[in-house]
């Protein structure tokens, strides 16, 4: 299987950390979207990352169609919960994070236009999504060790590509002295080496 992705994207990275704790040997192909012969095109008409490409010659996207995918390729044990209850519980708190991400990425990408052609109040509204969304994560992990039934899972790997992704592009905001739940949550996945493993680089 052949995973294309680039080094910075949370949702390629929540991708390959899937296929790590799966023990998934991924082929990975780095591109750089803004490139004219970029070939993400040809595996997702959508133009974004990830994609995979498994070995049949499909092609899987986005994200969390391909975790769905991993989890099911792989005889480990399942990192989305087959009780239905923990199931969509953990699949609200990817929903959350992914979403969350999508915000800041998108203050990100306006962030990086022209003064002139920047929308300020777009990217106002962007990172309020970031704000109200890493609250109520704080909120909802509280003490707990985990985010669903004190079980690392996909909850948690897309928890901690967010706060990745953030550590990443918005070191300004400070958000382990705001929100302490994430920071010590954060703190506990880089132990793990399919984290640390995929950690991006500064840029």
């Given at each position: 299987?052949?995973?294309?992705?680039?080094?910075?994207?949370?949702?390629?990275?929540?991708?390959?950390?899937?296929?790590?704790?799966?023990?998934?040997?991924?082929?990975?192909?780095?591109?750089?979207l803004?490139?004219?012969?970029?070939?993400?095109?040809?595996?997702?008409?959508?133009?974004?990352?990830?994609?995979?490409i498994?070995?049949?010659?499909?092609?899987?996207?986005?994200?969390?169609?391909?975790?769905?995918?991993?989890?099911?390729?792989?005889?480990?044990?399942?990192?989305?919960?087959?009780?239905?209850?923990?199931?969509?519980?953990?699949?609200?708190?990817?929903?959350?994070?992914?979403g969350?991400?999508?915000?800041?990425?998108?203050a990100?990408?306006?962030?990086?236009?022209?003064?002139?052609?920047?929308?300020?109040?777009?990217?106002?509204?962007?990172?309020?999504?970031?704000?109200?969304?890493?609250?109520?994560?704080?909120?909802?992990?509280?003490?707990?060790?985990?985010c669903?039934?004190?079980?690392f899972?996909?909850?948690?790997?897309?928890?901690?590509?967010?706060?990745?992704?953030?550590?990443?592009?918005?070191?300004?905001?400070?958000?382990?002295?705001?929100?302490?739940?994430?920071?010590?949550?954060?703190?506990?996945t880089?132990?793990?080496?399919?984290?640390?493993?995929?950690?991006?680089?500064?840029?």
């Open positions: 299987m052949k995973l294309l992705y680039s080094h910075t994207s949370p949702y390629a990275r929540k991708v390959r950390i899937f296929a790590l704790e799966k023990q998934l040997d991924l082929e990975l192909l780095a591109v750089t803004s490139a004219p012969d970029c070939p993400i095109n040809q595996h997702n008409p959508l133009g974004k990352i990830p994609a995979l498994t070995d049949d010659g499909d092609n899987l996207y986005d994200s969390r169609v391909i975790v769905e995918y991993l989890d099911h390729f792989s005889p480990q044990k399942p990192l989305i919960p087959l009780d239905f209850n923990h199931r969509i519980s953990v699949r609200r708190w990817e929903a959350l994070a992914d969350v991400s999508d915000a800041a990425v998108a990100m990408l306006e962030g990086r236009k022209a003064e002139n052609l920047q929308d300020a109040a777009s990217i106002t509204k962007q990172l309020g999504k970031v704000e109200r969304g890493l609250s109520a994560l704080n909120q909802d992990l509280g003490k707990n060790q985990w669903v039934n004190n079980t899972s996909l909850a948690d790997i897309a928890l901690g590509s967010l706060l990745g992704y953030l550590n990443l592009r918005y070191q300004h905001l400070h958000w382990p002295q705001t929100y302490p739940n994430l920071a010590r949550h954060y703190v506990q880089l132990e793990r080496a399919s984290f640390t493993e995929t950690v991006p680089p500064q840029a």
